[in-house]
């Protein structure tokens, strides 16, 4: 097992090399743009060979790599041109934001979906089950943008109940958390109970849980022994994946609430063309990406020991 997580570990630092490289090349690669991206379009040739020389940009291509890449590693990302400071002053309080929202709508998504999943795969064909597949198709099939504007309708404008912005001008509030993490659980949930489902049911039709259940072992035992361990493997890799869409891809939620969190950050620096910012934010983003997966990887073979990899 041992073995087994440092090779894990040694492909996703490979990975990341990699990723850092092809990032390099597709941003960093001419200096002319990035100085343009930098000082801005109205900026003289003087200007730009002179920011060029103090930023090492004359040097060759692959020490100016070594150099990027060193600078990631001791966290310094460059200076952003649109909010003027280094990019961690941003980046970290806008990844931190995202995180509280992450954690309170996994919070709720996840027991909420693995009981109702669990449930209608053990009945499968029922009222329950069909209830559950069709709540959970309907509240995957509605976009993100749908629901906040459908839920702002009822909330915020309709019974006045909730703030329509999640700013935080005056500080945290967690009331102004409700409808994001609202518009999130609803849209992801359908997603981990469909999945959860499938393969509950799928385990529930296998030889070892009708012989067990033949032999007269509680039904109790029979499911929270031998049925659900399987059975959540599948979720427990879409649960996962979801940990990178929360990241980068919640730009929609973010931006819709004024909620000054990582994919809104994205969001700025992609339409400033903030190139440090984005340089960032991509590294940030794929670290997670891959962690995630690494984790999931060691995951399977504590769910099911029968799980190996070589």
């Known amino acids: ?121 053990m009945r499968e064909g029922s009222k329950l089950d069909r209830t559950i597949s069709v709540t959970s198709v309907l509240t995957t099939s509605v976009p993100e943008f749908a629901s906040a504007v459908f839920l702002s309708a009822i909330f915020v404008f309709g019974l006045g ?6 700013g935080m001008i005056n500080g945290f509030d967690l009331k102004q958390l409700v409808l994001p993490v609202l518009v999130l659980f609803l849209y992801d949930f359908g997603y981990v109970a469909r999945m959860t489902r499938a393969s509950m049911a799928e385990v529930m039709t296998t030889p070892y849980i009708r012989t067990a259940i033949l032999k007269g072992l509680p039904y109790r035992q029979v499911i929270l022994k031998h ?16 940990l990178n869409w929360l990241l980068s891809g919640v730009i929609v939620v973010e931006f819709f609430f004024a909620y000054k969190g990582f994919g809104a950050l994205l969001l700025e620096a992609s339409l400033n063309q903030d190139i440090f910012v984005i340089e960032a934010c991509a590294m940030v983003a794929v670290f997670v990406a891959v962690a995630t997966q690494t984790i999931a990887d060691i995951g399977y073979t504590y769910l099911n020991p029968r799980i190996r990899f070589s």
């Open 1 to 121: 097992m041992v073995s087994f997580i440092a090779k894990r570990v040694a492909l996703m630092a490979m990975t990341m090399v990699a990723v850092s490289i092809l990032l390099f090349l597709l941003l960093e690669i001419s200096p002319g743009n990035v100085a343009t991206k930098v000082l801005g379009p109205f900026a003289t040739a003087e200007q730009k060979n002179l920011w060029l020389e103090k930023h090492g940009y004359f040097e060759p291509v692959w020490v100016r790599y070594l150099d990027w890449a060193g600078n990631f590693l001791t966290g310094d990302f460059g200076e952003s041109h649109r909010f003027k400071v280094p990019v961690a002053d941003v980046l970290w309080p806008r990844l931190w934001n995202t995180a509280i929202l992450g954690f309170w709508t996994f919070a709720f998504l996840i027991p909420v979906s693995l009981i109702l999943g669990v449930l209608a795969g």
């Open 161 to 166: 109940w909730l703030p329509g912005t999640s």
């Open 227 to 242: 049925a659900l361990r399987n059975a959540l493997i599948a979720p427990f890799t879409v649960i996962m994946l979801q």
